[in-house]
């Protein structure tokens, strides 16, 4: 119950010392409170009337097997109750200090630039593999994180031992570990760091070290192309504002033919004044054309209508026109992904390297992010590099706290055809796990927390991506939001592409449609004579079959 109220110090009896120490890490492991730097004091039960009570601590040194050495730091005389050293001695000594090359054990994955690991000779590297077993190689570890514990070993005297996973992983609420995040719940490593997030599940299974950078996850989409320029005249409205457009049109030419009706009518005018169907589609195409055409005005309603009908196309040919203008003159792209609400609406699928990437969304509960959470879709790094040309995907990357992107393996060609959203799907603080009762976490917090404060970190950064990424990917990807000489565009043949296909599309349909009157016009006549004889021959056979006498009747 202690390890549950924060309790960082305690006091136990030499009798359930036994019980006490058997009991200290299942507690700690089930609690949620993760206190630094804990303290314990046994009493003792004293034997004797009078004496002395030495104080030992205990010095570890690697080796095969581990070997500890007690060292008395204290001697207390209980006859005069004297402490002569109290002043001086360190009841408390720090373990880390020097750790006599004992082992750190470090989990990690490849992952650029924050981990990096390379076989080296025996003796050349700068760590020892456990996992997988390499008994003639030794590892170069390296990377803006890994460099976290490179340094700290070399500051604590300790040997550094590396467990590359094969996967993130994760720790479950049942109690199923795999993977990087499982491998400190299992106590197969010390701390495991490899670009991990304070996400909420692992905070169940596991203690979080001090945060040592921010990261923004957003992703890198295509390029918008340039609209075929045949779309250019249907881009001056949308596609709703066609749709009204096409209604006012359809509602003028039927009150045009109305009207027309009616004024024949009234007026009792001949049947060449009244006007057909297609004349009022005529009369409409002429005001929306800004063109004149014939008003009678005879009638009050019928000056009333064309005056609306004048203004209504004057309005929209007028807009059209300036559409027109603005499209004609400035290049129009295809629509593009720039939030997450895009990335959501267009359904667009996102890939990463990982299913971890959701850890930090999977509770979320806006639309937007339910959608992401279906839409994602995990790839190897050799799939997405072979895939990265494909305009139907959205590659994930990291914007790093210092300005710069981690960011899969591809061909730069392939990333000069994408861009970065203009925001992040979300943004974490990056951390490493470790076992709740890691007792180095402390002193490796202090570390980090140094190297912060002073900006070591923002130079490793600078490093690691000079070293193991390209500062010519940064440059793409710096600026790929930003565009250049796309502003104004002189007209050219291809601008009126558009209008040239109407205009072919009119002319063939006008060519089929006369090709079809001039033919029904000479074999009209014939095929009506045709169907005429057709239709009094079966009548005749029709009557005869009635007129003919029964068997009954004669």
Known sequence: MCALYRCQSFIVTERAAGAFFDAFLPVHEAALQRSMEKRVLVLLESTQASG????????????????????????????????????????????????????????????????????????????????????NASAMISGTELWLVVLFCEIANCTTEIMIASEWGNVLDNGTKFGLLGAPAKREVDITLAGLYTWYSSFQHLAFSAVHSRSGCTCIVPKPRIIANWRTPFLSFTGSLWGAVLAAFVAGAFAVLVMSRSRQRILQLGEATRYTFSDSVLVMIGFFMEQGVPMPNELIASCLLFATLMFAGFMIGSSYNGGLASTMIVPQYEKSINTVHDLAETRTTWVGVTVDWLFSIQLAYQPDMLTLLTTFREWEEGEISRRAHERTVAIIVERMEYGHVAHPQMELDAMKGRKMMAEDIYWE??????????????????????????????????????????????????????????????????????????????????????VAELAWYWCGPRIKRCVAFCLVKCSVRFARKRARPTGREV
């Open 52 to 135: 002395a009570v030495q104080l030992y601590t205990l010095d570890i040194s690697d080796g095969n097997p581990v070997t500890i050495s007690p060292r008395v730091i204290d001697v207390i005389d209980t006859r005069n109750y004297s402490f002569p050293n109290t002043k001086s001695v360190n009841h408390f000594p720090d373990k880390f200090a020097n750790m006599n090359k004992r082992r750190l054990r470090l989990g990690t994955v490849p992952y650029l630039p924050n981990a990096f690991i390379e076989d080296k000779p025996l003796g050349e590297g700068n760590a020892r593999y456990i996992l997988p077993p390499k008994p």
């Open 429 to 514: 603080s990056v951390v490493g796990m470790c076992s709740k009762t890691w007792p180095a976490r402390a002193r490796f917090d202090r570390l980090v927390l140094d190297l912060k404060a002073f900006g070591i970190l923002a130079h490793w950064e600078l490093i690691g991506v000079a070293r193991y990424l390209s500062f010519k990917s940064q440059q793409i990807l710096r600026y790929s939001r930003e565009t250049s000489g796309d502003e104004f565009t002189p007209l050219r043949m291809a601008n009126i592409t558009g209008a040239l296909l109407i205009l072919l599309a009119g002319l063939s349909l006008s060519l089929v449609v006369f």
